[in-house]
């Protein structure tokens, strides 16, 4: 059996520290003390230990595709309906409020719960599932 390795999400961006700024309160991370005062980099790490670090390091050239990889943040895990539509929303609310984009609200089919799709203060997609 492979032994289990801590993973690390990385963001190529234009302002590290506003980027990880947003996601530290988006998903109640922290910034580390090594990250303060850098230029180049930023990061974000979950104050529990559970979930992975993010990275955030500056890059010249912009934004121009679609992510082909995307965080989903579980904002509404276990619930089904209007009861999780609701929640999503509020989350989207409070995220739009720090600087993310709404997208587009997929709803709930005959076979998946609604999401909703967003973005980053920098354009970088995620959802809300």
């Known amino acids: 059996m492979p032994t289990i390795r801590e993973i690390q999400v990385t963001f190529d961006c234009a302002e590290p520290e506003r980027v990880a700024a947003f ?3 988006a998903l109640g991370y922290v910034l580390p003390e ?3 005062g850098e230029s180049t980099w930023s990061a974000c790490v979950d104050p529990t230990g559970e979930g992975p670090r993010l990275y955030f390091q500056r890059v010249p050239e912009g934004k121009t595709v679609k992510n082909r ?3 989903d943040v579980r904002a509404g895990t276990g619930l089904v309906g209007d009861e999780r539509l609701a929640t999503l929303e509020a989350e989207s609310a409070r995220l739009v409020a720090l600087g993310a984009t709404h997208v587009r609200t997929l709803y709930a089919d005959e076979e998946n719960e609604s999401c909703i799709v967003m973005q980053d203060v920098e354009g970088n997609e995620f959802c809300l599932d």
């Open 69 to 71: 990889v995307h965080l």
């Open 34 to 36: 090594s990250a303060r």
């Open 23 to 25: 996601w530290c309160e």
